[in-house]
């Protein structure tokens, strides 16, 4: 593609980093969003804004989504105002948002119905990145279409990785963040229990920082059960709500995880005791105040 149209629906802390991004890269994008605030400041630095999805599909090359559930793509899929009601032939769909694969595969099928292309493309690393234009990127869908929004997805992430048919990208973020939110339940639960038995916090963390516990996910546990310092930049309620797309994905792959059953357990459990805003570290203080 030459110059394309882009458009953007989903302007939260990532979504509109990647927005800025774009126009810091010269790429104007046609821009929607439930909230007024992050558009109008997308369309103070150049955007235009779209009132639909058909309306932005009627104008656009690319279509960038980076919305919260699989329901919420869905919804500006179809209906007379989605998507799919104004799409052209060749456009193509792109979703950086965490979804079910099968949802993704689904869309795909009728985007192809009408001549346009999707690629999923979850992301990693967070939104500090992704105004800097070096996310992780796990991109897959058809190959000739990924080629043809290459160039603008390495305007927007540092790591590009292709992983082949439409649905491996969210099939490997879901099992990503499956680890990593079980790890980062583990840990903070290790710093609760510590805690309980009347062992410093910080030297438990000397020693499990000098062997093999110790990675990026122990350092932002650390920072909240030990320094009181919240930065994960990601909610108990999104950790759980993936968890819910893990369980859902390897169910339809005929299997269980009782692993992911155990963290969506807890992760729950702090939600119905109010901490559904907090990052997913502050699940220490469930743990802590747990009885018996």
Known sequence: M?????????????GGNMVECLQT??????VMNRSEAPVAAAVARGARRAKTGREMASECDIIMLCVTTSDVVEGLMYGDDGILAGIKDGTVVIDFGTSIPASTRKI???LAA????????????TPAHAKDGLLNI???GDEQTYEKVLPVLNILGENVFYLGALGAGHTTKLINNFMGMTTVTAMSQA?????????????????????PSNSPFMQFCKKYAVDDVSDLGFSIANANKDLGYFLEMVKDLGTRSEIAEGTSHNLQAAIDAGMS???V??????FKDLKG
């Open 2 to 14: 030459q110059n394309p149209a882009i458009g953007f629906i989903g302007l939260g802390l990532m």
């Open 25 to 30: 890269n010269g790429i104007e994008p046609v």
């Open 108 to 110: 795909g099928a009728d």
């Open 114 to 125: 009408k001549g346009a292309g999707m690629i999923d493309a979850p992301l990693g690393r």
């Open 138 to 140: 796990m991109a897959a």
């Open 191 to 211: 710093f609760a229990v510590a805690d309980r038995a009347g062992v410093d916090r910080q030297q438990l963390y000397d020693i499990m920082s000098a062997g």
């Open 277 to 279: 805003d907090g990052n």
């Open 281 to 286: 570290p502050e699940i220490f203080d469930y």
